[in-house]
C-alpha cells in the first residue's frame, strides 16, 4: 500500500473543515426541511415574514459557509496530496521505475477520503446533538407553531456519502494526473532535480536574505492563499458573530466564533508547516553557514505578514457587505430589527485578537525552526 | 589553533550503542592545511562535524584559541560557525531554486564581502551565474558549493571529501585552485579524504581507524595538485 492511514491522519485539518461545514450545512438544511413542513400552519402574516425569513436565513448560511468551506477542503486535498507527492517522490518514482501505472499507484489514494468520512459524519452526528436547542433558539418568540426535529436520510447521503465517494474520486484522478512525470523527475532527489526550478527573477544586487523571502513567496502561491484565506475567515467570522449576536442569535454568534478561529487556525498552521516542511533542508544549510534563527524566520515567514493584514482587510469588508445585503435585502420586512452599523470597537478588537494569535503561531514556528538539527542536510 | 581533547561520540540509544569516536586528542595549527586518512566507517566525517562544530561530542573539548565550543549554546554555536568555519560537503548542498550567484551571495553576505563574483570567475563559472545547480554538472556544482564556502572568508576551512565526485581533471583544478587560495590567505584547513595521494599536498596527515586517531605525520615537502599521483 502506497498510502497509509497514518498518512491519512495527517489530514486533520480536512476532517475539522469538513466537520464545520457539515455541522452548519445538517442544522440549516434539516431546519429549512423542517419548517417547510409548517408553512400550511401558519396563521398570522407576521408569523408569514418570520417564518420567509427563517427560510431566507437558512438558505443564505448555507450557501455561504458550506460553500466557503466545501471549496477550502478541496483546494486543501489538493494540496494535500500535492504536497505528498512531492515529498515521497523517490518511493512513487521506483514503483513507477518497477513498471507500476499511475493509475494503479493513484488507486491508493483513495484512502485520503477517510479523514473526509470522519469529519463529515462528526459533524453530522453534532448538528443532530445541537438541534433540539437550535430549534427552540430560532423560534424563542413562538412566532411559528412547534418544529419538531426530524430525521431526512437524504441529507445524510448529501452530505457525509457522496462527499466521502466524491473527495475519494478526486484524490485518485489528482494523484493520478500528478504522477505523470517522468520516473526520473520523481526520482532525483531536491538537491539535484531541475523540475521544481521555478525561475523567479532574482535581482542583480539584492542581499541573498531579501532574494529567498520573495522566493518562497512567489513560488508557493497556493500558501500565500491560505494565509490570505485564513486571516480572512478569522477577520469575517469573528466581526461577524458579534454581529450575530445582535441581528440573530447567541448561539449563532459562538458558533460563527468558533468556526472562524478553528478554520483560521488550521489553515494558518497547515500553511506555515508546509512552508518550513518545504524548506527544511535550506533552513538546515543557513544554520550550517551560520545564519541565525531570527534571520531564517524572517526570510521564510516574514513575507507572509503582509499577506495576513490583506487578508484581514477582505474579510472585514466582506462581512461588512454581507451583513448589508442581509439587513437591507433580506430582513427589509421584517419589524423590529436592529440597524446595522459598522461596528469599529468589534473592528478593533477583533485585529488585536488576531495579532495576538498570529505571533503567538509565528513564535511556535519559530521554535520548530530552532529545532531543526544542521545534521538535517546531510540525512536523505 | 585548534585543539581537540578526549573527544567521545556515540551514536543510538542506551541498549544499542555505537561509539563512533572513542576518544580523540589532535591539535591543529592555524594556517595548517591537515587531510584526515581512514577507511569508510572509520568516524572521519563524525569527527570533521564534531570539530566544526555542527555536532555536540558527547564528552571532551573543542578549543578554538583556548574557546571551548562544546560549552556554546547553539545561537552561540551558529554565531561562531558564521564567523569562524567553512563547509565544503562531498554531495555540495547547493539551494535548488537559487541561482549559482544566489547560492554564492549566501555566504558572501555573511561576511559582508562584495566581490563574490571574483571568486565565481576564479572557479570558472563566471558564464553560469544565472544557472540552476540542477543545471549543472556534477563538478561544476561542487565549484559552486567551493565558492560559496570561500565568499564567507572562513578562518577555517573544512571539506568533506570534496573531489569525491570529480574526475581527474576536474578533481585537480579544484584543488589547485583551493590551496593557492589557502596560501594566499593563509586560513587552516581541514579535508577529509579517501585518497592517498592527496594527503601529500598536505603539512599534516592524521590517519584514523575505527574511532581512534592512529598515527599523526608532518610532511616537509608538500606537493602541489599537478605533481601527486591520483
Ligand atoms: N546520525 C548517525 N546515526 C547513527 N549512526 C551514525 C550516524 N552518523 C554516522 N553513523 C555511524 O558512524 C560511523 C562513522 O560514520 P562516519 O560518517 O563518520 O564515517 P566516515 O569515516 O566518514 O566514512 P566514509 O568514508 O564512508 O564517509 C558509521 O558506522 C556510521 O554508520
Ligand atoms: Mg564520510
Not at chain 2, 77 to 101: A, C, H, S, W
Not at chain 2, 198 to 223: D, L
Request: aromatic share 10%; net charge positive.
Amino acid at each position: 500500500m502506497v498510502v497509509g492511514m497514518k498518512d491519512a491522519a495527517k489530514l486533520i485539518g480536512i476532517s475539522i473543515i469538513s466537520c464545520c461545514a457539515v455541522l452548519v450545512c445538517a442544522l440549516f438544511m434539516n431546519y429549512y426541511l423542517d419548517i417547510l413542513q409548517i408553512e400550511d400552519l401558519l396563521s398570522t402574516e407576521q408569523a408569514v415574514i418570520f417564518y420567509h425569513a427563517q427560510v431566507s436565513t437558512a438558505k443564505v448560511v448555507c450557501g455561504v459557509s458550506g460553500g466557503c468551506l466545501l471549496a477550502t477542503s478541496v483546494v486543501m486535498l489538493s494540496f494535500y496530496i500535492k504536497h505528498y507527492i512531492d515529498t515521497h517522490k523517490k518511493e512513487l518514482g521506483i514503483l513507477k521505475a518497477l513498471g507500476y501505472s499511475n493509475l494503479r499507484i493513484a488507486k491508493n489514494f483513495w484512502v485520503f477520503s477517510t479523514g473526509v468520512f470522519l469529519g463529515t459524519s462528526v459533524g453530522f452526528a453534532g448538528a443532530f446533538l445541537l438541534m433540539p436547542e437550535f430549534y427552540e433558539r430560532q423560534n424563542e418568540e413562538g412566532l411559528l407553531p412547534e418544529i419538531v426535529v426530524s430525521f431526512h436520510p437524504s441529507l445524510f447521503v448529501y452530505l457525509v456519502a457522496l462527499p466521502t465517494i466524491a473527495f475519494a474520486v478526486l484524490a485518485v484522478f489528482y494523484a493520478a494526473l500528478k504522477l505523470k512525470r517522468p520516473v526520473l523527475l520523481l526520482l532525483k532527489n531536491d538537491f539535484q532535480s531541475s523540475s521544481k526550478i521555478r525561475r523567479v527573477k532574482q535581482g542583480r544586487d539584492c542581499p541573498f536574505l531579501v532574494d529567498l523571502r520573495k522566493h518562497t513567496l512567489r513560488t508557493k502561491k497556493t500558501l500565500v492563499f491560505f494565509i490570505i484565506f485564513a486571516s480572512f475567515c478569522f477577520s469575517a467570522m469573528t466581526q461577524m458573530a458579534a454581529s450575530m449576536n445582535e441581528l440573530a442569535s447567541k448561539m449563532m454568534g459562538i458558533m460563527m466564533l468558533l468556526i472562524g478561529v478553528i478554520l483560521a487556525c488550521t489553515t494558518l498552521f497547515l500553511a506555515i508547516t508546509t512552508v518550513i516542511k518545504g524548506n527544511t533542508k535550506t533552513i538546515a544549510m543557513m544554520r550550517v553557514f551560520g545564519y541565525s534563527q531570527k534571520e531564517c524566520c524572517r526570510a521564510l515567514l516574514g513575507g507572509y505578514r503582509p499577506m495576513s493584514y490583506i487578508g484581514f482587510a477582505l474579510g472585514t469588508v466582506y462581512q461588512y457587505a454581507l451583513l448589508r445585503f442581509t439587513v437591507d435585502v433580506i430582513f427589509k420586512d421584517m419589524e423590529g430589527m436592529p440597524t446595522y452599523e459598522f461596528d469599529f470597537p468589534v473592528m478593533f478588537l477583533s485585529l488585536a485578537f488576531f495579532l495576538v494569535v498570529y505571533e503567538i503561531v509565528m513564535y511556535c514556528y519559530a521554535g520548530q525552526i530552532k529545532k531543526i538539527s544542521v545534521k538535517e542536510i546531510m540525512l536523505e | 589553533m585548534i585543539e581537540v581533547k578526549d573527544v567521545m561520540k556515540s551514536y543510538g540509544n542506551q541498549d544499542n550503542k555505537l561509539p563512533v569516536l572513542k576518544g580523540i586528542t589532535a591539535k591543529i595549527a592555524d594556517g595548517d592545511f591537515v587531510v584526515i586518512l581512514g577507511a569508510s566507517g572509520s568516524g572521519k566525517s563524525t569527527f570533521l562535524n564534531v570539530v566544526s562544530g555542527l555536532e555536540k561530542p558527547d564528552s571532551g573539548s573543542v578549543r578554538y584559541d583556548g574557546r571551548d565550543i562544546t560549552k556554546l549554546s547553539d545561537g552561540e554555536l551558529t554565531g561562531f560557525r558564521k564567523d569562524t568555519v567553512g563547509f565544503i560537503f562531498q554531495q555540495y548542498y547547493l539551494l535548488p531554486n537559487m541561482t549559482v550567484e544566489k547560492n554564492v551571495r549566501m555566504g558572501a553576505d555573511l561576511a559582508g564581502n562584495s566581490d563574490y563574483r571574483e571568486i565565481i570567475k576564479a572557479v570558472g563559472l563566471e558564464g553560469k551565474l544565472k544557472k540552476y545547480p540542477g543545471e549543472l554538472s556534477g563538478g561544476e556544482q561542487q565549484r559552486v558549493s567551493i565558492a560559496r564556502a570561500l565568499a564567507k572568508k572562513p578562518n577555517v576551512l573544512f571539506l568533506d571529501e570534496p573531489t569525491g565526485a570529480l574526475d581527474e581533471e576536474t578533481g585537480r583544478q579544484v584543488l589547485a585552485y583551493i590551496s593557492a587560495l589557502q596560501k594566499e590567505r593563509g586560513f587552516t584547513m581541514v579535508m577529509v579524504t579517501h585518497n592517498q595521494n592527496i594527503a601529500q599536498m598536505a603539512n599534516t596527515v592524521i590517519r584514523m581507524n575505527s574511532g581512534k586517531v592512529m598515527e599523526v605525520s608532518t610532511n616537509e615537502t608538500p606537493m602541489t595538485a599537478y605533481e601527486i599521483g591520483w
